[in-house]
């Protein structure tokens, strides 16, 4: 555990070292949100004031719990997982007495840790902007941080999977852009899923992608709690975990196909 515990903290100072690059890509990410929050007003002051049962007030904090879920391992902890497939260092990752899969966890809890500190700051700026949201107490403040925390391995393996992919692909900006895409409209990151026609929404409730930013959001307003609620963190969960065991199946098929050096 305490090599595990080293990894965390060498990402941490990895972000320290490429930090305008990190605050480059999640101010990306608070742009996204403000132009959705922007969209959406004018949406909703446009019409009946209600679109689908959510008015501006569950919309905004709707974006607003997406903007922390979509911002924590985010493209910079995506990159720096593809990277060490890329670069070669996947070679002398095999050599070291660690599970390459757990030692990248803990890397993603290193960089978390610098993405958390940045969520809260720049989402108290957008809280100032755009007004502040009734958050949720009792029963359904446990169950919304329980989901919270849920989402870290869960975006983790959906992450992780990018990186590997890249030993078939060699490339790293096409498949993550694809992932991005994919997870922004199957998690409800901009739309409510409830807002979907029939069969996208079905998809969308039941991939893995919905424990992202639907779940956590749902819980948050109010609009799902007691056995509903429940039943939806164990739906995070049982993805969480297959996915896991998915990527160690991945890997063992990707480290088939390393080659080191014409080795």
């Not at 890509?25 to 959510?54: E, I």
């Not at 925390?149 to 852009?177: D, R």
């Not at 930013?213 to 963190?233: H, I, K, M, N, Q």
Request: net charge positive; charged share 10%.
């Amino acid at each position: 555990m305490k090599a595990y515990r080293a990894l965390a903290r060498v990402a941490w100072s990895t972000v320290l070292v490429y930090r305008g690059n990190f605050l480059l890509q999640l101010l990306g990410v608070a742009v996204q949100t403000v132009a959705v929050l922007a969209v959406w007003r004018v949406v909703l002051s446009g019409g009946t004031g209600d679109v689908g049962g959510f008015g501006w007030e569950q919309i905004k904090a709707y974006l607003l719990v997406s903007f922390a879920t979509t911002t924590i391992l985010s493209s910079f902890s995506d990159a720096l997982l593809a990277d060490r497939v890329l670069s070669g260092h996947v070679a002398l990752d095999l050599v070291k007495p660690v599970d390459y899969q757990l030692a990248r966890f803990w890397e993603v809890l290193g960089y978390l840790v610098a993405e958390v500190i940045t969520v809260i700051a720049m989402g108290s700026v957008l809280v100032i902007a755009f007004g502040g949201v009734p958050v949720p107490s009792g029963a359904q403040a446990v169950l919304f941080l329980a989901s919270l925390l849920i989402v870290v391995p869960l975006k983790f393996g959906l992450v992780y999977l990018t990186g590997l992919a890249c030993f078939w692909t060699e490339n790293h900006q096409g498949v993550s852009m694809a992932r991005v895409a994919v997870t922004n409209i199957l998690s409800g990151a901009m739309v409510p899923i409830a807002l979907y026609p029939g069969a996208l929404r079905w998809l969308a409730e039941v991939s893995p992608f919905a424990g992202i930013v639907s779940t956590p959001a749902l819980l948050f307003l109010g609009r799902v709690s007691g056995t509903e609620g429940v039943r939806l963190v164990l739906w995070q969960i049982v993805w969480t975990v297959a996915l896991w065991l998915i990527a160690r199946l991945v890997w063992r098929l990707a480290v088939g196909r390393l080659v080191v050096h014409g080795g």
